[in-house]
């Protein structure tokens, strides 16, 4: 395909920042366009299982602590997310997806699950979903390090690293690119320290990683490929 139709296609403001990066190569910029999408693809896969693994693991641990519909039953009158107006944008979302599944008479606690976005399972590490769930989370790490004078792993830690995923994997649901630093210019370095979390949280949550996205993680390949675009 000839630039002036891929442009026309893509649009001349989304494809003005590859061109820039590629030196006004307009060749080279639908390579780079290509191997953007490329690697969005794959992190987005790493990030459903990473996602999937961290809901599960809280689920586990707050099932342990709080019954079978924890979840559910924080929304309701008197419940935990309800009596706190610091955790009320949590408790809409929760309740917005419950009452849906109510109206459809469709509930149970693992659509309810299901219905949650990466954003809600972040913010069980915030300071006041934290204290609310009985500081029982950071128990889904048993292979967390010990906390130093210099470094402590503690709750607001892991929010840290959970919400720099998170904003990685909103730039790709929003089709944002992920190969460019700041500036204009390719580098893939901030999607490489996204994987490294991961693989670091995995780890710390007993899971391998690597059997786990077995025939899946193709990303340092992807990456080595944008760098020699």
Same mark, same amino acid.
């Given at each position: 395909?000839?630039?002036?139709? =891929?442009?026309?296609?893509?649009?001349?403001?989304?494809?003005?920042? /590859?061109? $820039?990066? @590629?030196?006004?190569?307009?060749?080279?910029?639908?390579?780079?366009?290509?191997? !953007?999408? #490329? +690697?969005?693809?794959?992190?987005?896969?790493?990030?459903?299982? =990473?996602?999937?693994? +961290?809901?599960?693991?809280?689920?586990?641990?707050? #099932?342990? !602590?709080?019954?079978?519909?924890? +979840?559910?039953?924080?929304? $309701?009158?008197?419940?935990?997310?309800?009596?706190?107006?610091?955790?009320?944008?949590?408790?809409?979302?929760? #309740?917005?997806?419950?009452?849906?599944?109510?109206?459809?008479?469709?509930?149970?606690?693992?659509?309810?699950?299901?219905?949650?976005?990466?954003?809600?399972?972040?913010?069980?590490?915030?300071? *006041?979903? &934290?204290?609310? %769930?009985?500081?029982?989370?950071? !128990?889904?790490?048993?292979?967390?390090?010990?906390?130093?004078?210099?470094?402590? &792993?503690?709750?607001? =830690?892991?929010?840290?690293?959970?919400?720099?995923? !998170?904003?990685?994997?909103?730039?790709? %649901?929003?089709?944002?690119? *992920?190969? =460019?630093?700041?500036? %204009? @210019?390719?580098?893939?370095?901030?999607?490489?320290?996204? /994987?490294?979390?991961?693989?670091?949280?995995?780890?710390?949550?007993?899971?391998?990683?690597?059997?786990?996205? /077995?025939? +899946?993680?193709?990303?340092?390949?992807?990456?080595?490929?944008?760098?020699?675009?």
């Amino acid at each position: 395909m000839k630039f002036t139709e =891929f442009e026309e296609t893509i649009s001349p403001e989304r494809m003005h920042r /590859y061109v $820039l990066a @590629c030196g006004n190569d307009t060749r080279r910029a639908m390579t780079l366009y290509r191997y !953007n999408l #490329k +690697l969005s693809q794959e992190m987005f896969t790493l990030i459903s299982c =990473f996602e999937v693994s +961290l809901r599960n693991r809280i689920d586990r641990e707050m #099932k342990a !602590n709080f019954g079978t519909d924890w +979840l559910r039953d924080f929304i $309701l009158p008197g419940g935990r997310f309800d009596t706190d107006p610091r955790v009320d944008g949590t408790r809409k979302i929760i #309740k917005k997806a419950y009452e849906g599944l109510i109206r459809s008479n469709s509930y149970s606690h693992t659509k309810l699950l299901a219905e949650m976005e990466f954003g809600v399972w972040k913010f069980m590490y915030n300071n *006041v979903q &934290y204290r609310l %769930a009985n500081r029982c989370l950071l !128990n889904i790490f048993p292979n967390k390090p010990t906390s130093t004078a210099q470094q402590q &792993y503690d709750n607001t =830690f892991v929010f840290g690293e959970l919400d720099n995923i !998170n904003r990685i994997r909103n730039r790709i %649901a929003h089709h944002e690119p *992920v190969c =460019f630093g700041t500036p %204009a @210019c390719i580098d893939t370095q901030r999607v490489l320290d996204c /994987y490294a979390r991961m693989m670091r949280l995995f780890q710390w949550m007993g899971i391998n990683a690597s059997t786990l996205l /077995y025939g +899946l993680d193709h990303v340092g390949r992807v990456c080595s490929k944008i760098m020699c675009v």
